[in-house]
């Protein structure tokens, strides 16, 4: 690592995800006035986050899908409509010539 590129309160610090109650250290320069007791026996800063990768839809797979099948016939009726439009238009303009 490149030496004197982070700031000096560059530290290991907790963030603890409140909505699954994960915890992990990781290194940050995050401010806080809370702080932890880790495993290692240490005191550390800790970070309350809102969601993290153990709470978030997208990584525990309780992500809910939109019902897409409407979207996309209302879709392909909008292109098939733009397709009739656009054949209408060549017809014509070789009608004109």
């Known amino acids: 690592m490149k030496s004197d590129i982070h700031p000096e309160s560059y530290r290991p610090v907790v963030f603890k995800d ?3 109650g994960f915890s992990f250290l990781s290194k ?3 401010r806080t006035n809370q702080t932890v007791k880790w495993e290692d026996g ?3 800063p ?3 986050l809102g969601i993290s990768s153990a709470s978030h839809p997208f990584y525990t797979g309780q992500q809910v899908f939109v019902d ?3 979207r996309v016939d209302k879709f392909q009726q909008r292109l098939a409509k733009t397709k009739e439009a656009q054949e ?3 017809a014509f303009k070789k009608r004109k010539r």
Do not use: D, F, P
Request: glycine residues 6%; neutral net charge; charged residues 10%.
């Open 18 to 20: 409140s909505a699954s």
């Open 28 to 30: 940050s320069c995050a």
């Open 42 to 44: 240490q005191e550390y």
């Open 46 to 48: 800790l970070v309350i």
């Open 68 to 70: 897409t099948a409407g």
């Open 88 to 90: 209408k238009a060549a």
